[in-house]
C-alpha cells in the first residue's frame, strides 16, 4: 500500500480530507519529555514536543514528539514525563 500525504488519504474511489478531520496546535515554546512504559519499543528516550495532534470532535490527543534520529511518534500525555533543563 502506498503512503497518503499528510493532509489527503486516497482510499479509491473516495478521497479524505484529513484537514477537516484532525487538528494539530504546535508547541509554544521548545520542551523536551522522555518517554514512559514498560517495553515499548520508545520507553526511555527523549523527543523534543512538536505539539499535540487530535480528532476535531474527540476529547482527547496525542503529543507529537521527533527523537533525535529524526524519527516522528505521538504519546498519550499520561505516558510522558518532563527533562528538566540540562538533564535526561
Not at 484537514?19 to 514498560?38: C, D, I, K, M, Q
Not at 480528532?55 to 524519527?71: N, T
Request: some cysteine; glycine content about 14%.
Amino acid at each position: 500500500m502506498a503512503h497518503a500525504t499528510q493532509l489527503s488519504l486516497d482510499t479509491g474511489p473516495v478521497k479524505v480530507d484529513l484537514n477537516r478531520l484532525v487538528t494539530f496546535e504546535p508547541a509554544h515554546t521548545p520542551g523536551y519529555w522522555s518517554v514512559g512504559g514498560e517495553g515499548g519499543r520508545r520507553s526511555g528516550e527523549v523527543g523534543e514536543c512538536l505539539g499535540v495532534i487530535s480528532l476535531r470532535h474527540a476529547s482527547g490527543y496525542e503529543v507529537v514528539l521527533q527523537f533525535p534520529d529524526g524519527a516522528i511518534d505521538t504519546f498519550a500525555p499520561m505516558n510522558l514525563f518532563p527533562v528538566v533543563e540540562g538533564g535526561q
